[in-house]
């Protein structure tokens, strides 16, 4: 299927690996030129560099993500540099589990206001290329753990926040073509990532979660990356203010 994104803008806030770099990539293998923002400058250089070997447009910056005036900045120079903002997907979490003072903050600052400032310096491009191609998107990486609690989380709780300013989002722009939507990934498992380090160093626990999931295994990021990509191209033009589970069943409950 052709996700009629070749030749537009892509930016990918956390794309330099896992989740945020497969997304990044997919786009680039759609036609899609893509900016991409990560923590570490020599992660950021090497996906810039294979991205631009698929033969699109691309660019990076390394961006603490809590920094609100250098993600705002990102935002604005990779829509210059790029020629305008058709998709923007804030992926970049802190991934911090408990609920003492550090990990409230850090979820904020990270998952939901790196949201809401990747949006509101995105605005004028989103706006802008959905009056001139009729569609523009917004996606947010949240997680299936914002519906599923054991105890008290900032993990969860801002993962559940990021899906309710979505929605809000979703129907404040509605009528300007510009589109909002939430990925919510299970388990994921890559070299480095969350379960990758869980299955080296926890084996028993990494067993307990692969049981626990109807398919009997995890994600890989390009499940996940396949359909955020669809969800930001004009073949989804209509799908706007939902949160879509890819959990391979793991959670339980009716997403209505």
């Not at 939901?112 to 990486?141: Q, Y």
Request: hydrophobic share 45%.
């Amino acid at each position: 299927m052709d996700l009629q994104l070749k030749g537009r803008t892509a930016i990918v806030t956390g794309g330099s690996r896992g989740i945020g770099r497969s997304i990044a990539e997919l786009f680039a293998d759609e036609g899609a030129n893509v900016a991409i923002c990560a923590r570490n400058p020599e992660q950021v250089a090497e996906a810039v560099k294979a991205l631009e070997a698929k033969g699109v447009k691309a660019w990076g910056q390394a961006v603490d993500i809590a920094d609100g005036p250098a993600l705002k900045g990102f935002i604005q120079a990779a829509g210059e540099t790029l020629g305008g903002i058709d998709a923007l997907v804030s992926n970049a979490s802190a991934l911090v589990q408990g609920a003492g003072d550090a990990e409230w903050q850090a979820m904020f600052e990270v998952d939901v206001m790196g949201a809401v400032r990747s949006f509101d310096a995105a605005r004028p491009f989103l706006e802008k290329a959905a009056a001139d191609h009729g569609d523009a998107a917004f996606i947010i990486t949240s997680s299936v753990s914002a519906a599923e609690a054991s105890g008290p989380s900032a993990y969860g709780a801002m993962k559940a926040a990021q899906i309710h300013y979505a929605k809000g989002l979703a129907r404040a722009n509605a009528a300007k073509r510009i589109r909002c939507n939430v990925v919510s990934p299970g388990t994921v498992l890559f070299e480095g990532g969350v379960w990758g380090n869980v299955q080296a160093n926890m084996p028993g626990l990494f067993e307990q979660m692969i049981k626990r999931n109807p398919t009997g295994r995890m994600a890989t990021p390009e499940e996940i990356a396949a359909a955020t990509v669809f969800l930001a191209s004009p073949r989804s033009a209509f799908t706007t203010g939902i949160n879509m589970l890819v959990d391979g069943a793991i959670s339980q409950r009716v997403n209505f």
